[in-house]
């Protein structure tokens, strides 16, 4: 499986941005795609995942403002991104797990001025 994520940005606080994941390749295994976060000198984090079953999850930090969905065909998940904060700012990274395997996208950067 392969990842190309897409749609970071500047933004003031308040603000909103669309992230967006392009997954090809053996699709159909997919189990979990989630967008992670690394912030500058932090670990990555989990910030949402979805399951084949279409179940959600989030981190507390985000919940309320971010929803993870992606399209029927499961090519693409997207994060949309409401009432950002500056603590919102990092890298954001596309993930697919599939069978015992993980697949990384390339991150793409957001950040949110205050």
């Known amino acids: 499986v392969q990842l190309q994520a897409s749609g970071g940005g500047l933004v003031q606080a308040g603000g909103s941005l669309r992230l967006s994941c392009a997954a090809s390749?053996?699709?159909?295994?997919?189990?979990?795609m989630a967008w992670y976060r690394q912030a500058p000198g932090k670990q990555r984090e989990l910030v949402a995942a979805?399951?084949?079953?279409?179940?959600?999850n989030y981190a507390d930090s985000v919940k309320g403002r971010f929803t993870i969905s992606r399209d029927n065909s499961r090519k693409r998940v997207s994060l949309q991104m409401n009432s950002l904060k500056p603590d919102d700012t990092a890298v954001y990274y596309c993930?697919?797990?599939?069978?015992?395997?993980?697949?990384w996208g390339q991150g793409t950067q957001v950040t949110v001025s205050s």
């Open positions: 979805i399951r084949a079953g279409g179940s959600t």
């Open positions: 390749g053996s699709i159909l295994s997919i189990n979990v």
């Open positions: 993930n697919a797990k599939h069978g015992l395997i993980t697949s």
